[in-house]
């Protein structure tokens, strides 16, 4: 006959024993810097439970295993583990639980929620079963039900979207958007959501700087700015997603590998990644010190998500009072309500020409000379109503990132300067070039960004292509006279 130590009892004094607890939480297998694939297990027990316990956060179980379908189903949060042979350790002043499956080291998972006599998951093919297990189990399940959580464990670190700042190492609760395995340096990526928007950079931001100095392969050297491939998500028949909040990339190394991948539309825990800002986008860095559990649905996000929607809170970094804003759309515009980049590019495969108002701020522009900006509209140059404009704008929101197309008429009513030639007008071209230094934010910007309120209308160039062919073009906008 076994004998089984609580919780507390396995943490007093270092070595091999066995065990029963609650699973609170168990990360997917990840793997490690060797040959082994490994899983974060937090147990939980009556004796974690008892007032002034110094393990009220549970007890850190480390699993081990040569390939990652022997370690623990991760959707076994609120189970009842079974552990034998394992380690008692201290780590870093803390207790901790080590074994390697195969190696002396064994686990049962019992159903946490029915009367179930058997596990559903065992690490080995055979196993036996005494009426002291039949007890315990039922005990555990008791105490399950008593207690408020599994899925007790929040990481003291955890943040929301909109708070995480380059240079942090953070945990959140969120929800997987979408999924691109498609990228250059072996490099995947997951974009997570929480309903948040995560903070504004200029484009010229980026602290890739910070880390590459360790990147062996060269993969972090390569990053760049990330954006949800729309018609690949169309193709795969998802269409829905949510208007507001960011889509935060998270990328990885294949070092990760496939398993490691959680499913496009789950609610995950994601724990211990790196936050930097590459060409002025936010993205998170899964590192070897990573990893990602299921989650159960984040009512918490789901209900601030409703809220801001009925309050029309299209930004959260914008400023509320529109005379803030640094462009404004004209009076026929006042009625339609603001949209947001990602329902305009996610809708691109409809080829449905439409308008729509954003609130948006610029990143660049191209030309990016502005006595470049217009061009002769004619074969004869010199006469002020001979010239056009034609400019690209780099547009950003919380949620994604367009071009823009400014042109003729509405170039001249955006700038408040009638096209001309701007190479023998320097007049005119240093008041355009100070109104783009004002939106790009190089002037006095503050932590928020710059923003501004325009107007775009979707057109297609080619029907039967129409994630190819969509573009967007600014119209019915004005720059704001500076203050």
Known sequence: MYTYKSLQEASDRDGICNTYAVVADCS??????????????????????????????????????????????PQCVGSIMRLHRIKAQTFNNRPQL??????????????????????????????????????????LRHFRRRIERPG???????????DVRPGDVFSCHCKVLAIDKSLDHGVAAFFIW????????????????????????????????????FEALAASGNTHVPALGTALPVTFSDTQGAPCMPKRGAWIKLQNVSAWVIQGQLQARFTPDSQWSPASYDDDAIAAIRQREQAAH???????????????????????????LRQILSQAGNAAPSRHKCLVRLLEHHPSSVPDFCQPAGSKAGSNSLWRYAVKLRLEDATGEADVLLYGQDGDDFFRTT??????????????????????GQSGRSERGVWMACCFKTFWSERTCPWQSMHVRLLATTISEMH
């Open 28 to 73: 997917e297998p990840r793997a490690t810097r060797g040959t082994d694939w490994c899983s974060n297990v937090i147990l939980v027990d009556p004796t974690t439970e008892l007032e002034g316990s110094q393990l009220v956060n549970g007890v850190e179980c480390m699993l081990f295993a040569v390939e990652p379908a022997l370690l623990p189903n």
């Open 419 to 440: 096209a001309q030639d701007l190479q023998q007008n320097q007049g005119a071209a240093a008041g355009i070039q100070a109104s783009m230094s004002r939106l790009k």
């Open 314 to 340: 299209i930004s959260e970094w914008a400023p509320s009072n529109p005379r803030e804003w640094a462009a404004a759309v004209s009076n026929e515009m006042d009625d339609v309500p603001f949209t947001t």
């Open 152 to 162: 007790l464990t929040v990481p003291e670190s955890t943040k929301r979207i909109r």
């Open 194 to 229: 929480d309903g948040t928007d995560s903070m504004p950079f200029p484009l010229s931001a980026d602290t890739r700087q910070e880390i590459t100095s360790s990147d062996e392969d060269g993969s972090w050297g390569a990053a760049k700015r990330l954006a949800i491939d």
């Open 98 to 139: 080590v074994g390697k499956i195969g190696k002396g080291c064994s686990f049962c998972l019992f159903a946490g929620q029915n009367q179930a006599t058997e596990p559903f998951q065992a690490s080995g093919a055979t196993y036996t079963l005494e009426e002291q297990d039949h007890q315990v189990v039922a005990a």
